[in-house]
């Protein structure tokens, strides 16, 4: 079984910045990679960012440039640095934590951008 700890979600003004968490614990092996999801009202989870093993990093465009990804593989711990929030940007963030066959979600913190 593994769990997912996930932190720093928050309310914050357009423009602001914040850093999200996911510490991954329980029975790891092989972790291929490490993501970060995002979900607002009435819309489908996206993926927002997502990092290897090996340090490739992945991001929806809509983030490009704004956010940053990146893991600490001793730690099972992965990051997302947010910056230039925008309103749009408000909604359940989620970390996911993938192997070869099997793949776990966090219970997901809010994130909430006022214009």
């Known amino acids: 079984q593994v769990h997912l700890v996930e932190s720093g979600g928050g309310l914050v003004q357009a423009g602001g910045s914040l850093r999200l968490s996911c510490a991954a614990s329980?029975?790891?092996?092989?972790?291929?990679?490490m993501g970060w999801y995002r979900q607002a009202p009435g819309k489908q989870r996206e993926l927002v960012a997502a990092?290897?093993?090996?340090?490739?990093?992945n991001y929806a465009d809509s983030v490009k440039g704004r956010f940053t990804i990146s893991r600490d593989n001793a730690k099972n711990t992965v990051y997302l640095q947010m910056n230039s929030l925008k309103p749009e940007d408000t909604a359940v963030y989620f970390c996911?934590?993938?192997?070869?066959?099997?793949?776990?979600w966090g219970q997901g913190t809010q994130v909430t951008v006022s214009s």
């Open positions: 329980g029975s790891i092996f092989s972790v291929w990679s």
């Open positions: 996911k934590i993938d192997g070869s066959s099997w793949g776990y």
């Open positions: 990092i290897t093993s090996g340090g490739s990093t």
